[in-house]
């Protein structure tokens, strides 16, 4: 992300993309989203997926294997309120909140 490279945000954030050219088409697609990646793209323009044991051990054991300490968010999308109470449910226990932003820190996934 050249814009937060450029202002001195030192900190990696979950999402993002990149261009693969695709062979012989003269095509590109943006490459392989982690399931994290797209369940939180989903969240903001679908509302809440269903909860269950499994989604949250999948992206529980992927914000970990990525080292994943704390978590931010702004409410917004079509579910601002479910998508805190998603979050919620991910981390497990409350967020702080300050500035307008809710905060999970000191995460733990185990």
Do not use: K
Request: hydrophobic fraction near 45%.
């Amino acid at each position: 992300m050249t814009w937060q490279a450029s202002a001195g945000i030192r900190f990696r954030m979950v999402g993002g993309y990149f261009l693969v050219p695709q062979a012989g088409t003269g095509t590109v697609t943006d490459g392989r989203a982690s399931e994290t990646a797209t369940v939180l793209g989903d969240l903001y323009s679908q509302g809440v997926p269903p909860l269950t044991p499994a989604l949250r051990g999948r992206l529980r054991h992927e914000l970990a294997s990525w080292h994943v300490t704390s978590v931010l968010a702004v409410p917004a999308g079509v579910d601002p309120a479910g998508s805190l109470a998603f979050l919620t449910w991910l981390v497990g226990h409350p967020p702080v909140y300050a500035g307008g932003v809710y905060a999970w820190y000191r995460v733990t996934w185990h």
